[in-house]
């Protein structure tokens, strides 16, 4: 082909045009295959617990306390624990989490203090939850002598999440044009005027999104609250915070590695039982932002 | 009271930082007129503009000096109150920037807002309402649909319904910062019309680039550069007979 670059007339591809739609196919086709990676061991484990541990699902199970050293009966006192652990910690975390970033992102000023504040968030975020967890029983369990309690073991918790629900919250309410404060602003509104009527209705569903997420997460820790307030076998319900409990992801570890003799289906339904919790979590955590963002406003 | 000026500013320095972006402002707005705001880019016509309602100090590294008074009073007093000054300087943006509510809700924000609760009921809102949008001329075509996301206006309504939205505060200012730069010719027009039209009840300062603009809208002219005020006379005299070889060479487009 002697088809000079003038010549080239009408809009056909040539060899670099050429070049670039197969490179352009090979980037394409790696991003699919690594998605495609990231799937696989999601139905792999979801594969794996319903085969191994659909059989134990039983009314009993989910209804009853475990009995014969935990070899029998189901664990009702788990999901109930784990109830309990998930909404105290919700109940502390998600205000104090939710109004520091209104602070942070609506009032705090620019300068060197905010900035180590977000800084110390960014990296409190990656603290990893077993240092919560012995943070835990020095601060809550013995420093304000709470004792190893529902309490303490949500409070463990509500520190561990606190970090994520701050900058999801700032992150929600950053994404609410300036535009529209100015507005409010100008027409006399006060900052918090401003916040109340046109930010946070149009970042509530990030917020609450950011909010929920951190939820599940506090669901399936264990360490956090394997010191603080987790019981090992408890099989009556507790009555107030005052009280330890057991919890699902402690009773899986306990069943999976604690103790003999267990049937071999019963891990792997606490696990699914788990999993179902966190993925209700996420799932209406996601309808909940599909409404929210189609009521929203621009 | 009444003939005496609307805004007056004696020797107003601003700081961003380090940055003296106004240099010494004496500026007497008249009262009940259009006021046009023009010079080249950067020249701090905007931050001018924001020194009327103090929104620039929504950032920490402002500093302002200098003595600026609105109707006889020193807005930077101390004892002054910023929603009780915003309430009076109103300010349309370059962007049309309806709140993402309804329409109905736009122009009531301010109003109820400004209203106590014992004073506010729903025939005092839909009389403040009507007045506000047909002002703008807006009544008859939104009336039907009050309801409607004010976000899904054309351009040309928004920024008629950002002004509007300001009417039933009773503003005795209204500071626009290019209010037509985001809308084509057509609408254009029709916001200048009505710019027009709303003139005489208020204090109107009005930011463009847009030459020709500020000849048809405005009644007064002041021409900045770098953060002074080169000249300020009646537009037709600023236009045909500048006193400044600056404005001169400014206004028939040599720099800017
Ligand atoms: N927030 C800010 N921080 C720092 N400097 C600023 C800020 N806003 C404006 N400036 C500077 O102040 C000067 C005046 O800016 P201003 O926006 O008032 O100009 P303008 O005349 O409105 O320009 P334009 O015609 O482009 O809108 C410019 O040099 C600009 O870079
Ligand atoms: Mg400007």
Redesign the interface.
Known sequence: MSRGETEHTDFSATPMTEASHSRQKIARAFLGIATALLLLPLFAIIGLLVTHGMSAITAEFLLEAPTAGMTAGGIYPAIIGTLWLIGVSLAVAAPIGIMAGIYLNEYA???WVTRMINLAIVNLAGVPSIVHALFGVGAFVLFLGLGTSILSASLTLAVMTLPVIIASTKEALASVPV??R?????????RW?TIW??VLP?SVSGILTGVILQVSRAAGETAPIMFTGAAFYLPFLPQSVQDQCMALSMHLFTVSTQVPNVPEAFPYATALVLLTLVVTFNFFSIGLRTYLRAR??? | MANQASIETRDVRLWYGEFQALKGIDLDVSRGRITGLIGPSGCGKTTLLRCF?R?NE?Y??VRTEGSLIIDGHNIYAPDVD??????RV??V?Q?P?????SIRDNVL??YR??TPKAERSRGAEDEALESALKSVQLWDILKDRLGD?A?RLQLEQQQKL?IA??LP?KPSIILMDEPCSALDPDATAKVEELIRQIAGEFTILIVTHNMAQARRVSDECVFMLIGEIVEHGRTEDLFIAPKDQRTADYIEGRFG
């Open positions: 000023p620019e300068n535009a529209f100015h507005a409010s602003w100008t027409l006399g509104a006060s005027q009527h046109i149009n929203r406003k621009w | 309602n929104i929504r920490d590294y910023l929603i009780e000054l915003r309430k109103g300010m943006f962007r920037n309806p709140l993402p509510i924000y301010g807002l400004h996301r976000t950002c939205r300001l505060l």
